[in-house]
């Protein structure tokens, strides 16, 4: 409950919160919503010596269209992508995956840049981010650097972020007309990280799949890109074994860790039951 002492700052610029980064090193932590990191600290698995916080910086927050392209801020936070009308229309996955994050107080202070920088595999933004093809924005001492979401995730809480750099924004291309999107999430309870959880985006033309984009939360070390699961499904009619094919390629690749929300044969059954579920939920949306 109680962690350890630091030092507090509070820049209001990216340029001034990237020389205090450079300042401190090792030793400092930049703070979002705080909602992944002060818990941390309280148990004291993170003791920084001097916490960064990003809130006070305004460019970092928004949702804005520029150029074809929807560019998120990373301190947008989860109760901000779920009221944004341009998401709802352009970019409904994302506004269905932050309103199964936590809970709302929660959702109030989560950014989907701290969801994403964090690494934690039980994190939904970032199975959601890869299925949207999303890039990320970097910006560190040496100017701006672009990852894509599916390079971005390395191993548990370990991500291709360097010490000295900040995620400035989240750039995702609006869906194409008639793309239909589900994300389906098995967890205890409200406010519980996934046991599994599957995202799915599908094209089709007529009964046949066009495209398809499927993703894993929470069944291995880093969010999974299940693409033998695209490949089962694209250019063939969608039918119960075409579903159950993709259902089993996605089971394939899992490599949950045992815990209380299941040993590893039961959250490898949910992450292809949820795949089924969300490829069908997705289909009916293809309008
Ligand atoms: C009860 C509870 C339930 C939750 N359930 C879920 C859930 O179901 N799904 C889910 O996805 N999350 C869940 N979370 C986590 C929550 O969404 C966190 O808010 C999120 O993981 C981290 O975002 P944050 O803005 O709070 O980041 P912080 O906690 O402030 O920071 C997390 C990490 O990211 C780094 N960081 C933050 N922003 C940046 C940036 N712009 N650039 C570089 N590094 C940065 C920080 O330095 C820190 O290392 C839950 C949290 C709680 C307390």
Do not use: W
Not at 70 to 85: N, P
Not at 276 to 282: D, V
């Amino acid at each position: 409950m109680i962690p350890s002492v630091f030092e507090y700052h509070a820049p209001s610029t990216v340029s001034e919160a990237l020389s205090l980064l450079g300042q401190y090193g090792d030793g400092a932590k930049l703070l979002a919503g705080g909602h992944s990191l002060l818990p941390m600290m309280k148990l004291r698995f993170a003791e920084p010596a001097h916490l960064i916080d990003l809130n006070k910086i305004r460019e970092l927050s928004g949702i804005r269209e520029e150029g074809g392209v929807i560019k998120i801020g990373a301190m947008t936070s989860e109760t901000a992508l779920i009221d944004s009308a341009l998401l709802q229309k352009k970019i409904p996955l994302l506004v269905e995956a932050a309103s199964l994050i936590a809970d709302p107080q929660v959702r109030n202070r989560g950014t989907i840049g701290g969801d994403i920088t964090h690494g934690d595999p039980g994190n939904d933004h970032p199975a959601i981010t890869i299925a949207l093809d999303a890039k990320f924005i970097l910006v560190g001492p040496k100017g701006e650097r672009t990852v894509a979401a599916g390079d971005f995730f390395l191993g548990t809480y370990m991500t291709d972020l360097q010490p000295e750099e900040i995620l400035k924004e989240i750039h995702i291309k609006p869906f194409a007309p008639k793309t239909g999107s589900a994300y389906c999430k098995l967890k205890r309870k409200t406010g519980d990280f996934a046991t599994a959880a599957a995202a799915v985006v599908l094209q089709m033309s007529g009964d046949v799949v066009s495209s398809a984009r499927i993703t894993l939360t929470n069944v291995g070390p880093i969010a999974l890109h299940a693409q033998a699961a695209e490949q089962a499904l694209v250019g063939k009619p969608l039918t119960d074994a075409s579903i159950a094919a993709a259902a089993a390629a996605a089971m394939a690749i899992c490599d949950p860790a045992e815990d209380l929300r299941g040993n590893i044969e039961y959250k490898t059954a949910m992450a292809g039951e949820m795949t089924k579920r969300a490829i069908r939920l997705a289909a009916t949306r293809c309008k």
